[in-house]
């Protein structure tokens, strides 16, 4: 499959920077977006919330644009809206072959290429007739046009569809992906479902890949968070069943258990989560790193978790805003500054709002 030759000179030059991640020397800088990185264990805490835009229903996916607005996805209208940090908001198209099923499907996430500037290509994943998919469209600032299908194939189910998409420091683009509530498919390499996915930014497997596929790591339930701390070390949320919600550490070629494994356990072969909560507290959707910590935004726990981080250990995990905004979907570090955006979700399925009633909060570090 053929890219503008921007993306492809892009793709060469991060599979050098591949190896370096690989090897723990490269770190997340430039060009990922994100708050301050300061040292592991920094003191700083979020905040009061401070609404940005209200009116919004189900805003699952964002990604910054580099003037530092958001694009900002909704699950069931299917549409991508700017958001300026002043709080304007303007819809800028509809994804194409999207559709629901009734429950956590629909438009997912979105990605704004590194190289945005040049190419004007955003990502999205989405839930399609056949399955979930990553497709590739063009915003040229003002309007989404020339949809185009990357990756598809990918088995999707009411529940458990994953869905989180992001490139990494490494230049590659990662995407997380349910086992579609049938739990074999997570130990199935051969299979895309219940996975991590690293890909070229035309969709091919990345040079380095553990199994020479999309897979990069396996043994996942529902993933819907992953994020990068200062180190270039790659961290995951994922939902648990009826005992555990995880976050993990992400290696390459490892399997995270599931549905052998839920949170903590001695299997051999199988990779333990670093953090583990009762899903009653948890329930996470998205995950950032900001400031020396994770930060895990709940939904059914409805709370903010600060998680400390420290190399590849974390110290004692705190919540923020029990109860006080519902249903938390998505939280990211806005660039440049010592802040989070957060959006709820409770105009969804489980949610006690109506359409309309889902907001994003910005979270001062302090």
Known sequence: MRIRTTAARHAALAVAAASALAAGLLVAGAGTGGASTGAAGAASVPGTPKTVSAGW????????????????????????????QDGTKKQVGKVPDVVTTGGEGGLLSIAVSPSWKTDHYVYLMHTATEGNRIARMTFDGSKLSDYKVLVDGIKKNKYHNGGRIKFGPDGFLYATTGEAQT??????????????????????PAPGNPFHSLVYSYGHRNPQGITWDARGRLWEGELGDSKYDELNLIEPGRNYGWPRCEGNCSTDGMTNPKRQWPVEEASPSAVA???????????????????PVDGTTTGTPKAYYTNDYGRLRTVESVPGKNSLWLTTTNADNNGDGGEGSDKVFQIDLK
Do not use: C, H
């Not at 229903?57 to 300026?84: H, M």
């Not at 997570?186 to 890909?199: E, V």
């Not at 790193?289 to 998680?307: N, T």
């Open 289 to 307: 790193y900001a400031d020396g910590a994770i930060y895990m935004a709940a939904l059914r726990g409805e709370r903010l978790w600060r998680i």
């Open 183 to 204: 739990p074999d498919l997570a130990q199935d390499k051969k299979s895309l479902n219940g996975k991590i996915l690293r890909m070229t930014p035309d969709g091919k």
């Open 57 to 84: 229903s189900i805003p699952w996916g964002l990604s910054w644009l580099p003037d530092g607005s958001a694009l900002i996805t909704e699950r069931d209208s299917f549409t991508v809206s700017t958001l300026t």
